[in-house]
């Protein structure tokens, strides 16, 4: 009950300081422009109904896996180390709140934030769908509405739980950062090189096991799988660079759900057991 508390001031705080107007926006001009293009590739292609609707969320989804963890790490980063500096996180802790209720509430209320904004944005973005092209996948539409919400969830925690484990917003900052860089720049160029001294060749063929392991490490790639699993929709899957058939385990498309509950969990559960620890 702590953690609802905790949440729903956290929201309340995002409400009056105008952040979710402003991410609602910043949603709903996205998807919009997306609806738009896939109204331009169902006029090229001639397809209707339920192909619209995948050209839209193929549309959807390389800026959609840009745009969501860079808001939801910005909307986590600062939410306990910017209380800690401030000093506002000792009177909340003067309350009866456990530090992981907190931890908690802030999860919560920084993801309900980010939800909203999906919800509102998305909301838009099916009536400029309609618009557009006439006809739309209502089913298609909704699930991958789902998926984003669950990736914005992923990457709250991942914040919050950076946010957790540091003293100041900055460092915090500099995590949020630096695991951008690390998985959206560099990760697909490390295994690239990896394949180049291990097997010889930088695009071997087929594709090492191990290659399509680290290459469906990253959130981002977790989240193309499980929508690939949930849309039955191999278009997804190949964004990933490896035919869906004879995968590893890991690389396998319904494993993605997996591989986001960890995203989630471990930067979470380390985040808890490092402020447990901390004198403020």
């Not at 709903?28 to 001639?46: D, H, P, Q």
């Not at 290459?215 to 190949?238: H, M, R, Y």
Request: charged share 10%; hydrophobic share 55%.
């Amino acid at each position: 009950m702590s953690s609802i508390i905790v949440a729903k001031k956290d929201f309340q705080d995002a409400v009056r300081s105008r952040a979710l107007i402003g991410l609602t926006l910043l949603f709903a001009l996205f998807t919009v422009g997306g609806s738009y293009l896939a109204s331009e590739a169902s006029s090229i292609f001639g397809s209707g109904g339920g192909s619209s609707t995948l050209d839209l969320l193929i549309a959807l989804q390389t800026p959609a896996s840009y745009l969501v963890p860079i808001i939801a790490l910005f909307v986590g980063y600062g939410a306990i180390a910017g209380e800690r500096e401030s000093g506002s996180l000792k009177f909340l802790l003067g309350l009866p709140h456990r530090r992981r209720d907190v931890v908690l509430g802030k999860i919560l209320g920084r993801t309900g934030v980010v939800v909203v904004s999906i919800l509102v944005g998305f909301a838009v973005g099916l009536v400029a769908l309609f618009a557009f092209v006439g006809s739309v996948s209502l089913r298609y539409y909704v699930l991958f509405t789902l998926m984003t919400v669950l990736f914005a969830f992923v990457y709250v925690c991942i914040g919050v739980g950076l946010s957790s484990m540091t003293r100041s917003t900055t460092r915090a900052a500099a995590g949020a950062f630096g695991f951008i860089v690390l998985f959206k720049l560099l990760w697909g160029t490390i295994g690239l090189v990896l394949m180049h001294f291990i097997e010889g060749e930088m695009l071997a063929q087929p594709m090492p096991d191990w290659y399509l392991v680290f290459v469906s490490v990253p959130p981002d790639s977790a989240f193309n799988s499980a929508t690939s699993a949930l849309l039955n929709a191999t278009e997804f899957a190949n964004t990933n660079g490896f035919s869906p058939e004879n995968l590893p385990l890991i690389a396998e498309p319904w494993f993605g759900f997996v591989l986001l509950a960890a995203w989630a969990l471990v930067p979470l559960g380390l985040g808890i057991w490092r402020f447990d620890s901390v004198d403020l």
